[in-house]
């Protein structure tokens, strides 16, 4: 009986669609985040020529995630994505330090457009396994990141290899 009427309720409110955009330097781990999420398992990909695109049920929310290449070649399209953006899933390689300067360099660029100035933003630092991986204080101190001077952040460390999202 308590299931109909939550059907019942389910089916007044609706499913609420969000639009999600995750990118992020090339070989950070934006592909297996992806189809771990649809999925829930890891899958063998390939380095992302373009984009990816997925529907991400949870509870009574569709996510659209658009998971889009991350080589340099690539990044300056990523701004046709942010349209319509609700949220914005930054992944960080977590064990690449030497290019850590160059995806602070390039979120701070994309927090700058005006077409994101209401999306959530998560930073998620993936990797967390691997022995040289930066921990939780050096993804999110001044000296990264500068996260201290943005409102409406979430940091998630984690690795997909490891993790149950």
């Known amino acids: 009986m308590g299931n109909i009427f939550g059907n019942l309720l389910k089916s007044l409110i609706g499913k609420k669609e969000m639009r999600i955009l995750m990118v992020g330097l090339d070989a950070a781990g934006k592909t297996t985040i992806l189809y771990k999420l649809k999925l829930g398992e890891i899958v063998t990909t390939i380095p992302t020529i373009g984009f990816n695109v997925e529907t991400v049920e949870y509870k009574n929310i569709s996510f659209t995630v658009w998971d889009v290449g991350g080589q340099d070649k690539i990044r300056p399209l990523w701004r046709h994505y942010f349209q319509n953006t609700q949220g ?17 360099e390039e979120l701070m660029r994309m927090l700058a457009e005006d077409e994101l100035r209401d999306a959530v933003l998560l930073v998620f630092a993936n990797k967390q396994d691997l022995p040289n991986a930066m921990n939780a204080a050096e993804i999110t101190d001044n000296q990264c990141f500068h996260f201290s001077l943005i409102t409406g952040l979430y940091v998630r460390i984690s690795s997909i290899q490891v993790s149950h999202l």
Do not use: G, K
């Not at 914005?88 to 602070?104: C, G, K, M, Q």
């Open 88 to 104: 914005l899933i930054f992944v960080v390689d977590s064990n690449d330090r030497e290019r850590v300067n160059e995806a602070r």
